[in-house]
Structures are given as structure tokens and as C-alpha cells.
């Protein structure tokens, strides 16, 4: 026999079919008196595999749920060619059975971004956000997004919004720069980065953003003569980013740089990814927008990192039409 029960329906339509004798299934025999053990055998039957099955795809989603909230989805769940991968469809799953998860909806956004959909996780977080809107950390993340996707008005009225709940984290906060900057409200962020350098004064990067802020506010002489000093910033070329910003190196010494000291390959292109960038960057304040995107193609596509600067090159690309 053959069962089949649309229980979406109001009240449930029923199907029974004898398949050695109808094996076309033509015959409904549900309504048959003479089939009633047949049928109420099979309706016990589906109630109990039902069961089982909405218990395992219970159990599958806490455990899809438990890796959202300890963040265990990895960027390799990515399928090749795009998209969000195992992650994404584990999530969407699970999802269906608990649409309130806050962790669930978060890991989704990440993998949306991991994928370059900042559309698709804007959706997520803006859900999250007006189920949350006291959940002052939402903001920041949703500004973040707004800033990989190149809406840097949303991206700074999420920051604003964020720092409004939490003052004390202005000083800290280098993305909201670096949003100013893009937004041609140069001059907060000069204000934004002098305040960072308060409570961080070992950045080059922070010296090297106030730098592209005065250059356009002020001019490149202004931009040189308060380039900010940095000591104690070790990571490779960072040094040499800054004496370039200074006028005391070439560009082509910060590649040397970069390639010094036989780093494994990993290291290699974390450090060629930083360094095209702020070779972008420079070029950008000497005026040569060419050199400036052509570093910036270097820095987003053949030297691509996952971290928040080598995102910072792919806007850049996309905001300077390269």
C-alpha cells in the first residue's frame, strides 16, 4: 500500500492505493470502509517516521545552530564558484525551524559576505536589527556591511547610531574614518583619526589614513608636514609605508620590503596585499589615478585577504570605477 496525507489541507486529504492491484495509483481507496485497518495502520505508520524525521532535522538544526554561535563556519564550506555554500544551506535550514536565532541569522550574514553578497546579509541584519533595536552592537556590525557594500552615508549613520549607546568606543573608532574618507567628509576624518591616534599611537595605518584626509582637505604639502609619527608598529612593510608617506623611501623599496625574508606564501600575500594598497593610497594623494587603481587591482584581486583592509581595497575598486 501507498499513503499519502496533504496535511496542509483543512481538514487533511487522504490518499490509499493498493499498488499490486493499482499499481497506476487510479483508485483512492481512503474513503473505503473495507480498507479502514489498511488505512489507519498507514496514517500510525507516517505519524511515526514523521516523527523521527522532524526530531533528526530538529537535532540538525541545534547542532547548525550551536556552530553559528561559536562562529565554527569556515570560508572553505563555500562551494567553488560563489555563493554560500554548506553553511549558508545548513543555516537556511535551520532557520526554518527557529527563525528567532539571533547566532543563526548573524552566520548567515557572514556567510553572505564571504561570498560578496553584502545585499543578501543587509537583508539578514536589518531583519536582526528591528527585531533588536536595543542591541547596540548590530548597528556596528550593519555598518560595517553598509561599507563593504559602498553605502558610506548608511555606513556612518549606523557607526553614529552605535556610538551614540557606546561614547566611550569613539576614540577606537578606525572605521568610521575610513568611512569619513570615502564620503568626502574629510574633515571629520581628520578629527576621527587624531582622536584613534590617542589611544592607539603604534598604527601606521592610522597615521597613513589622517595623511589621505588632510591631503584632500588641505593638500599634499599640509598632508606631509603633519604626517603623524609612529613608532613600535612591526608588521611588514608597515615601516616603510610610513617613510614612504614621508618622503624617505620609494615605492618599489616597499615591495622589497614585502618580499624580504623568505615569508611562506600565506605571509607573502598578506604583506603584498598591504603594501599595493597603501601604494594605492599613495599614488592617489600624488594625484596618478592609473598607478593608484592599478595598486589597487594588485591589492583586491591578486593579493586578495579576507580581513577588514583587504576588503577596504576591493571598495576602493569599486568606488573609484576600477
Known amino acids: 500500500f501507498k499513503y499519502a496525507c496533504y496535511y496542509e489541507q483543512q481538514p ?55 556552530k553559528a554561535k561559536f562562529s565554527m563556519f569556515e570560508l572553505e564550506d563555500k562551494p567553488e ?42 537583508a539578514d541584519l536589518d531583519l536582526l536589527v528591528s527585531r533588536n533595536p536595543e542591541v547596540d ?45 570615502y564620503a568626502g567628509r574629510f574633515a571629520e576624518g581628520i578629527e576621527q583619526f587624531e582622536t584613534h591616534q590617542d589611544v592607539n599611537s603604534s598604527d601606521v595605518e592610522n597615521a597613513i589614513w589622517h595623511f589621505m584626509c588632510v591631503n584632500r582637505a588641505q593638500g599634499f604639502a599640509a598632508a606631509r608636514r603633519k604626517l603623524i609619527s609612529i613608532e613600535g608598529d612591526t608588521r611588514v612593510p608597515m615601516a616603510e609605508i610610513h617613510r614612504l608617506f614621508a618622503g624617505e623611501l620609494q615605492p618599489a ?4 620590503a614585502a618580499e624580504a625574508g ?15 594598497l597603501y601604494l594605492g593610497l599613495y599614488w592617489e594623494a600624488m594625484g596618478d589615478a592609473a598607478k593608484a587603481l592599478a595598486h589597487m587591482r594588485k591589492a583586491a584581486i591578486d593579493y586578495p585577504m579576507s580581513h577588514y583592509m583587504g576588503e577596504v581595497a576591493r571598495v576602493h575598486l569599486r568606488q573609484r570605477g576600477g
Open 253 to 256: 623599496e616597499v615591495i622589497v
Open 81 to 122: 564558484g560563489g555563493g554560500g555554500g554548506g553553511s549558508a544551506q545548513a543555516l537556511d535550514e535551520a532557520l526554518a525551524l527557529d527563525p528567532e536565532s539571533r547566532e543563526a541569522l548573524l552566520a548567515r550574514a557572514d556567510s553572505h559576505e564571504r561570498a560578496g553578497q553584502f545585499g543578501k546579509a543587509l
Open 137 to 181: 552592537e548590530l548597528l556596528q556590525r550593519r555598518g560595517v556591511t553598509h561599507f563593504f557594500h559602498g553605502d558610506m552615508a548608511k555606513s556612518i549613520a549606523d557607526f553614529d547610531a552605535y556610538l551614540v549607546h557606546r561614547p566611550e568606543r569613539t576614540p577606537y573608532h578606525w572605521q568610521r574614518g575610513i568611512s569619513y574618507y
Open 12 to 66: 487533511p486529504f487522504e490518499f490509499l492505493h493498493d499498488l499490486r492491484e493499482d499499481p497506476g495509483e487510479m483508485l483512492n481507496l481512503a474513503s473505503d470502509p473495507a480498507y479502514a485497518a489498511q488505512l489507519e495502520g498507514m496514517r500510525e505508520r507516517c505519524a511515526e517516521l514523521s516523527e523521527r524525521y522532524r526530531e533528526q532535522a530538529r537535532a540538525d538544526a541545534r547542532r547548525t545552530l550551536s
Open 262 to 276: 623568505s615569508p611562506d606564501p600565506a605571509e607573502l600575500r598578506n604583506r603584498l596585499c598591504y603594501a599595493h
